[in-house]
């Protein structure tokens, strides 16, 4: 088992405050209107799921976390992962630039209140679905690899009995509301980068599984959607 010492390294102490502190409020820092709200509740919403959401699996599940941690480091992740993980970095961190350089030059037009109500609805339902696939699914890792040393097998619980990838269907639903709370058009650019991204590391994610995960075909068969039910 991962000793303590190996799992909190000063790299995840660093990862983990980019991700929990810096990457959250960034359109924020960016802009310089510390009076918008928008802006306020994109990182606090983002801040909160984050934080709850490892807390409660760390709770049920610890050596998710020490999994978690090992990001970009599994030698047995797939190849093709190894190159959609950054890019999906990238964009993420070009999706905030964008918001927050959009609000400090007013490059898009202010959107009506219910459009962005409606936006922190779905983001708020998006953050949900994934913290909820996270806790669920104690194999949850953030790169794809067939996890022999955990005893991975098909989790068919929570969310997972709706679509067999819900953590990368509230992924996507948040990207998605993303550019209706923070009042950018041209967040739609990036946004369209991340579906296509998501929706590629989803296809060739599910045939992985299918092809060497035991009991993952007759779980395929079962739940027949990927991402969205009814559609894919």
């Known amino acids: 088992m991962q000793s303590p010492k190996k799992v909190v390294s000063f790299r995840v102490i660093i990862q983990a405050l980019f991700f929990v502190l810096v990457m959250p409020f960034l359109?924020?820092?960016?802009?310089?209107?510390?009076n918008w709200w928008e802006g306020w509740a994109y990182g606090i919403l983002g801040f909160v799921s984050?934080?709850?959401?490892?807390?409660?699996?760390?709770?049920?599940?610890?050596?998710?976390?020490a999994e978690r941690a090992k990001f970009m480091q599994h030698e047995d992740a797939q190849a093709w992962d190894k190159k959609i993980i950054p890019l999906l970095g990238l964009v993420?961190?070009?999706?905030?630039?964008?918001?927050?350089?959009?609000?400090l030059f007013n490059w898009t037009p202010i959107f009506?209140?219910?459009?962005?109500?409606?936006?922190?609805?779905?983001?708020?339902?998006?953050y949900t679905i994934s913290s909820y696939a996270l806790i669920v699914n104690r194999f949850f890792s953030g790169m794809v690899r067939l996890q022999t040393d955990r005893g991975q097998h098909v989790i068919s619980e929570g969310p997972y009995r709706w679509v067999r990838h819900p953590g990368y269907a509230g992924g996507l639903l948040a990207y998605l509301a993303t550019p209706l709370l923070l009042n950018s058009i041209w967040l739609l650019i990036p946004i369209l980068l991340t579906v296509g991204l998501y929706v590629m590391r989803t296809s060739l994610e599910d045939r992985f599984l299918q092809k060497n995960l035991e009991g993952y075909r007759e779980y395929a068969k079962k739940v027949q959607y990927r991402l969205v039910p009814g559609i894919w």
Do not use: C, N, Y
């Open 112 to 126: 009506d209140l219910w459009v962005s109500v409606l936006g922190l609805i779905l983001l708020v339902v998006g």
């Open 27 to 34: 359109p924020l820092m960016i802009s310089g209107q510390w």
């Open 50 to 65: 984050f934080v709850i959401s490892r807390l409660l699996a760390a709770k049920h599940e610890p050596d998710l976390i």
């Open 92 to 103: 993420g961190i070009v999706t905030a630039v964008i918001s927050g350089l959009d609000r």
